[in-house]
């Protein structure tokens, strides 16, 4: 019975330490935020009112957190299609920031053939 728990448990928890996924989207600067909107790359951005921030670990953050972030921080920005309110972030790191930097490359490269 231990060791079923503990096989169950293994699986569960494997899944945590996965790779982060991200869906469609903006690799950004964040340069400032104040409740309601965000700099983003030289740009002010209004945010979402259930706007969800993401750190490192994949955990949410706190409103007061977000403004303690390192200015100039790597974030990966999803918009909302209808109303353009930014409605999630992921604070991102190096590597993540050049992978996503690579998939949007890309991204721009295959629509403009698609044209």
Known sequence: MRKLLFSLLLSISASSFAARTFPNGNLLELEAYQPGQMKLSGKVYTTAPAMQVRGL???????GFIAQLPRNSKVWVQAEPNTGYIWRVWVVNELEAQQLAIREKQERELKANQQ
């Open 57 to 63: 670990k994949n955990t949410l953050l706190m409103p």
